[in-house]
């Protein structure tokens, strides 16, 4: 009984972690938002601006990975079974 | 995934660390030889013996077409390291290019049915040190001793120095390994829809994967195997500003 509920517990927390997904999605959003328009603006340095927008990207996408990784361990490593 | 999953199908969800092939005790410290190990090995024997044909037998001016390539290469990452980090930092070249290339075959080699190097957490851990510990020796050069110890009376920027490391690993490691969680779902829930319409062999799991595998195998492990050496690279530039 004390698993299974350890158990829904962490399954509920690992799906209350990725709501941490909107955020990063919203930014990433607005920043190739930006570099569409930039790219519209001028074309001839599309190049630059797409490397720049994807390391941007990237580094806007640390706090959503941050979460999964926390979900992950949640669900498949189970570390609060070992505290009862 | 392995191969006899595309003929059975995946039944039911089982998402682990990579598998133990021995473990002995040295010191009195059990060590594990796994998976990951095996493969990254098989990586670096590999890239050497591509490295060694292409480069064996060079003449000055190239008549063979690989030499052309290892040219090719060389020349681009020579390149990409003199935009990014500024003329001083050309002698970078070869640690950024190795990076990379372990980066993006310890990503793709799951392409042929091996498991992700670079989804086990020790890989990107173990080269963000390494990074980190770049990062860190060109603050030294840059600022002195004493200025480097200088920059951490505010305590704030412990924590920051710290994150580093910790955030490029996780990145690396959050997204090979979310993308092969993925497919491990995927597969199970299509092998699920080819069961419930009584198929016995899962006919559903050919095709679709595969255009979610682009995805989340090649272009995933290439922009991260990109991003990871790019932010090596600005790290250690920006220690010190150009003159």
Redesign the interface.
């Known amino acids: 009984m004390e698993k299974a509920l350890v158990l829904a517990a962490s399954a509920i927390g690992a799906g209350l972690a990725m709501i941490a997904g909107i955020g990063p999605g919203i930014g990433e959003g607005f920043a190739v938002g930006k570099a569409c328009e930039a790219i519209g603006r001028q074309p001839e340095s599309s190049g630059a601006v797409t490397r720049t927008m ?2 941007g990207c ?2 806007a ?2 706090t959503g ?2 979460a ?2 926390v979900a ?1 361990i949640l669900m ?1 490593i189970n570390p609060f079974l070992g505290k009862l | 995934m392995k191969v006899s999953d595309f003929f059975q199908g995946v039944k039911e969800v089982q998402v682990g660390g990579p598998k133990i092939a021995c473990s002995f005790k040295l010191f009195g410290i059990n060590i594990n030889i796994t998976e990951t190990i095996i493969i990254s090995w098989g990586i670096v024997i590999a890239l050497t013996l591509l490295v060694l044909f292409l480069t064996h037998n060079m003449k000055k001016k190239p008549v063979k077409k690989r030499q052309v390539i290892a040219e090719f290469l060389v020349e681009t990452v020579d390149k990409l390291v003199k935009d990014t980090m500024g003329k001083r930092y050309k002698s970078f070249g070869p640690y950024i290019a190795a990076l990379f290339a372990s980066s993006i075959f310890g990503s793709l080699v799951s392409l042929i049915g091996l498991r992700s190097t670079t989804a086990d957490y020790s890989t990107t851990l173990s080269w963000a040190l390494m990074s980190f510990i770049m990062i860190e020796a060109a603050k030294i050069k840059a600022d002195g001793v004493g200025g480097y110890l200088k920059s951490f009376i505010n305590p704030l920027n412990i924590v920051s120095e710290i994150s580093t490391p910790v955030s490029m690993s996780f990145r690396h490691f959050g997204n090979v390994a979310g993308g092969m969680i993925i497919t491990t779902l995927i597969y199970f829930a299509l092998t699920g829809l080819s069961t419930a319409l009584y198929c016995d062999i899962p006919i559903f799991t050919i095709g679709l994967p595969a255009v979610l595998s682009l995805y989340f195998d090649l272009f995933s492990g290439f922009m991260q195997a990109f991003i990871f050496i790019m932010l090596t690279m600005i790290y250690i530039a920006s220690a010190k500003t150009e003159e």
């Open positions: 994807f390391i990237a580094v996408e640390s990975i941050y999964f990784v992950l498949f």
